[in-house]
């Protein structure tokens, strides 16, 4: 029912940013607790960022103080501000929505899953 695309993705040097965002096709989107993962080859699935329909927001430690992520309810649109990036932050990265009203906590939510998307592919450079 929700379909969500990523885009944004790309290569740049350590140090750089990069900014990714995720366009959710449902109206009703403002009500989804929204969240960012990552998944580099061969390693685990981590939780990146979160944000609830409230505007609460959770990091991971490994992100804290570099990344941002934000919502924009009009254009149904999430986005992830990845700033001093280094190469361990290589990995492609997903968005994901979440059951309504669910909050954000450990870079992630508190809910069931609703849906994911393809993913965007980031690369960091030494």
């Known amino acids: 029912q929700v379909r969500l695309t990523e885009s944004g993705g790309g290569s740049v040097p350590s140090g750089g940013s990069l900014s990714l965002s995720c366009v959710i096709s449902?109206?009703?989107?403002?009500?989804?607790?929204m969240s960012w993962w990552r998944q580099a080859p061969g390693k685990e699935r981590e939780g990146v960022a979160s944000?609830?329909?409230?505007?609460?927001?959770s990091y991971a430690d490994s992100v804290k103080g570099r990344f941002t992520i934000s919502r924009d309810h009009a254009k149904n649109t999430l986005s992830l501000q990845m700033n001093n990036l280094k190469p361990e932050d290589s990995a492609k990265y997903y968005c994901?929505?979440?059951?309504?009203?669910?909050?954000?906590?450990?870079?992630?939510?508190?809910?069931?899953?609703?849906?994911w998307g393809q993913g965007t592919l980031v690369t960091v450079s030494s």
């Open positions: 944000i609830d329909s409230d505007g609460g927001t």
């Open positions: 449902k109206y009703t989107a403002s009500t989804y607790c």
């Open positions: 994901a929505a979440w059951a309504p009203l669910a909050s954000a906590v450990d870079a992630s939510c508190d809910g069931d899953l609703e849906a």
